[in-house]
């Protein structure tokens, strides 16, 4: 599969969180969430429920970065922070955030091998303003040569606007360009429809996370699918 999957290929765009990520367990979305709403003085589901009813505006970057971010979580929840309260909930969401940006063990070596060969390696992220803002000190930044994320480009997949830009900043032909993501956000057909060639990464936990859009009715694939990322580039063992 392979072969098939890169023959014509010039670039490789991944997605970043469940892609490059292995994908977070529902159980540390709420500790992280609970660490947070303590310092608030919130019930943490009402935390929750607040970020995740402003997951679209975030990921957009319409909220801004992230204390200015966490403020608005606050006047939702009614809340008012002293400033202290709001420096502290900003540290710990970046800190919590941050935990998540691991990469799956085989990450690095697989794209390394796939730039060893001549490819351009492109990444494309619904996200929110932490990951943009930690990107240089993490072991990504060197190897990929176009990041685009949604929070800095104002936009979210499948929007074409994120797929033409990658391809732009790679200055490559979509055509030529073999996009890898694990279904969020509709991307794998926002790719198909950008003029990509698009496979699935299912991987062993990707059914850990029961909260992902994958998981909304309407989400299917019929097109290529990997279960591990090692399966573009054979390493061994």
């Not at 540390?28 to 303590?38: L, P, Q, T, V």
């Not at 429920?49 to 971010?69: D, K, M, N, W, Y």
């Amino acid at each position: 599969m392979t072969d098939d999957l890169l023959a014509g290929i010039t670039a490789v765009v991944f997605d970043f969180y469940g892609t490059l990520t292995p994908v977070s367990p529902e159980r540390s979305w709420f500790d992280n969430g609970a660490r947070i709403a303590a310092v608030m003085g919130v019930p943490a589901e009402g935390l929750l429920e607040v970020l995740a009813e402003t997951f679209p505006e975030r990921i957009s970057g319409s909220l801004g970065g992230v204390r200015q971010t966490m403020a608005e979580m606050a006047c939702r929840l009614n809340v008012e922070l002293s400033e202290a309260q709001l420096d502290e909930v900003a540290r710990l969401r970046r800190e919590t955030q941050e935990q998540m940006f691991a990469l799956r063990p085989e990450a690095v070596t697989v794209i390394s091998e796939l730039r060893a060969r001549g490819l351009k390696i492109g990444l494309v992220s619904d996200c929110t303003s932490e990951l943009p803002d930690a990107w240089a000190r993490l072991p990504l930044a060197p190897i990929v040569d176009a990041p685009v994320f949604s929070c800095v480009e104002r936009t979210r997949k499948p929007d074409p606007r994120l797929f033409a830009t990658v391809a732009a900043r790679l200055q490559t032909d979509p055509a030529q360009i073999l996009y890898i993501g694990d279904g969020g956000g509709n991307e794998l057909a926002g790719a198909s429809a950008a003029g990509m060639r698009a496979v699935h990464l299912a991987g062993p936990d990707w059914h850990r996370d029961g909260t992902h859009e994958r998981w909304r009715p309407e989400f299917s694939w019929t097109g290529p699918v990997l279960s591990s990322l090692t399966e573009l580039v054979p390493l061994a063992a």
